[in-house]
């Protein structure tokens, strides 16, 4: 996994024009610059207090395109939570790649950024998502009535949280370390 930066920002953009990607979440309508400019805003560090969004493209072995990202998008009015996102191009999907990357953003987020929760959010008919999150250790805790947008649409999605203290004892804390970014 690789930390999206000004310099890749355009291969993250050229991925999130796939129509498909578009069915179950919003994704930013704007420019490659535009999406460029937004990017280098970003905070360029992950460490214990650190906010803002961290997003990596994610590229499985042996492939030069990248199959997808991921984020982690930590809020100032709740630094001690984190809120994970991906997304994998169709061709690369059912092999495991976002399961594989959400296990190593889960590592980032506790033990890079210090994170004490991890949650994540999916509409009720992504089957795929919910079962990566599932295998990833998440807990689903309930519906959020209109919890995200959809097409510019309220919809409802379903929450899913990780405890750092869970996953600690569940075993899935043994993962390559895959943060990238400086601390
Ligand atoms: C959701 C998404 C990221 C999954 O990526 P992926 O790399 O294919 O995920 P994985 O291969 O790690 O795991 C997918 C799991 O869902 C299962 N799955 C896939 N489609 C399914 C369906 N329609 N119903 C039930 N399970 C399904 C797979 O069998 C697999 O589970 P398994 O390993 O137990 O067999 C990908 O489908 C995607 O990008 N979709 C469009 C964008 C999106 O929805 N992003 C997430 C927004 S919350």
Redesign the pocket.
């Known amino acids: 996994m690789v930390p999206v930066t000004v310099e890749n920002a355009r291969a993250l953009w050229t991925i999130l024009q796939q129509p498909?990607?578009r069915?179950?979440?919003d994704l930013p309508s704007v420019s490659a610059p535009v999406f460029t400019e937004m990017v280098g805003r970003r905070p360029k560090h992950l460490h214990a207090g650190a906010t803002g969004r961290f997003e990596w493209l994610i590229y499985p072995s042996h492939t030069r395109r990248p199959a997808?990202w991921i984020s982690l998008r930590i809020a100032e009015r709740d630094p001690a939570s984190g809120e994970i996102?991906?997304?994998?191009v169709r061709d690369?999907?059912?092999?495991?790649?976002?399961?594989?990357a959400v296990r190593a953003v889960i590592e980032a987020g506790f033990e890079d950024a210090g994170l004490g929760r991890l949650n994540a959010?999916?509409v009720p008919e992504?089957?795929?998502?919910r079962?990566?999150l599932e295998?990833a250790g998440f807990t689903y805790e309930g519906v959020l009535p209109h919890g995200a947008t959809v097409g510019g649409t309220p919809v409802d999605v379903l929450m899913h949280r990780l405890e750092r203290e869970a996953w600690l004892q569940s075993g899935n804390s043994i993962v390559m370390p895959a943060s990238g970014y400086p601390a």
């Open positions: 498909d990607l069915t179950y979440q997808g996102g991906y997304s994998v690369h999907r059912g092999r495991g790649v976002a399961t594989e959010y999916c992504n089957a795929a998502s079962r990566v295998r």
